[in-house]
């Protein structure tokens, strides 16, 4: 005959039981809906000002592990707990406020295609020093030293961050909601540089964020401010212009990374956990 000790603790196995096929159900919806996303054009992002919602990115996000509680140790309602708060790497913003600036066509190329340049940007999290390919994609280098002197960079929130399937991090949205822009687009380049033409960004690649449907092939040269960094390689097709290289502060990336990600709602972003702002962008020739 079963005692109620042995019963209390059959009853608490079941139940932990069905906890864990329903986590492992909702996980593995997860993973196929990122699987499937990842699939088609993950930085697809509003080009010059018009709003795009892409959604990309969307779902649940529950990854709690499970699977190392103890059955036993339930406190006999049927409940779901949360993961515990991530730790926030980064400092708190200095508190300017983001550019509202708009302008209604690329600036003049005026960029020395033969000279290095660099972008140095100031995070909450830390310094991430750019090495820029001036000669391969001259008008998106020009344009990056045309928006780091008029400040629109600073105090920008980086407003998406990937960990699964692809690694980057995607900056350079002032209203952080991946629908900004600077008012012009530039076109494409460098698509078919060496470094990206087995399709993997290799980590380290700086490149900027487009609108470019494969599926229509529509929406070429439709670049405006939005750029990612990869830190770690990515499986991408080379649809994204690559203009520079991390030179420093990659270790910066991970730690990001490392504090994983959100899921935006309103907007279908996965923001960092880490709160990353742009306090400073300056583009240096020399």
């Known amino acids: 005959m079963v005692s109620k000790e042995q019963r ?13 096929q329903r986590r492992g159900e909702r996980w593995r919806r997860t993973r196929r809906r990122r699987a499937v996303l990842a699939a088609v054009l993950v930085v697809l992002v509003a080009g010059g000002g018009t709003a795009l919602a892409t959604g990309v990115f969307g779902g649940d996000d529950d990854t709690t592990d499970a699977a190392a509680q103890d059955p036993l140790e339930q406190d006999g309602s049927d409940q779901e707990t949360d993961a515990p708060p991530v730790e926030d790497p980064c400092a708190a913003p200095s508190g300017g406020a983001p550019s509202e600036q708009q302008w209604d066509a690329e600036p003049e190329l005026t960029v020395d295609t033969s000279a290095a340049y660099t972008m140095s940007l100031a995070t909450t999290c830390g310094d991430i020093e750019i090495a820029l390919d001036a000669a391969a994609a001259p008008h998106t280098v020009n344009s990056f030293a045309f928006l780091a002197g008029e400040g629109f960079f600073d105090h920008s929130p980086c407003h998406r961050l990937v960990t699964e399937g692809l690694h980057v991090l995607q900056c350079g949205d002032p209203t952080g909601t ?6 012009y687009t530039i076109p494409d380049e460098n698509l078919d540089a060496e470094e990206v033409a087995d399709g993997v960004y290799p980590a380290g690649t700086v490149a900027m964020a487009n609108q470019y449907n494969p599926q229509e092939d529509g929406g070429r040269d439709s670049g ?5 960094l990869v830190y770690e390689d990515s499986p991408l097709p080379p649809d994204y212009t690559p203009f520079g290289t991390v030179t420093a502060g990659l270790d910066v990336l991970e730690t990001i990374a490392a504090a994983g990600s959100g899921t935006d709602p309103a907007t279908g972003n996965t923001p960092p956990n880490a709160t990353v702002v742009i306090e400073s962008a300056t583009v240096e020739a020399g």
């Open 8 to 20: 209390r603790k059959q009853l608490a196995r079941a139940k932990w039981e069905r906890q864990q």
């Open 178 to 183: 991946g629908m900004g822009g600077p008012g």
């Open 224 to 228: 405006g401010s939005q750029f990612f």
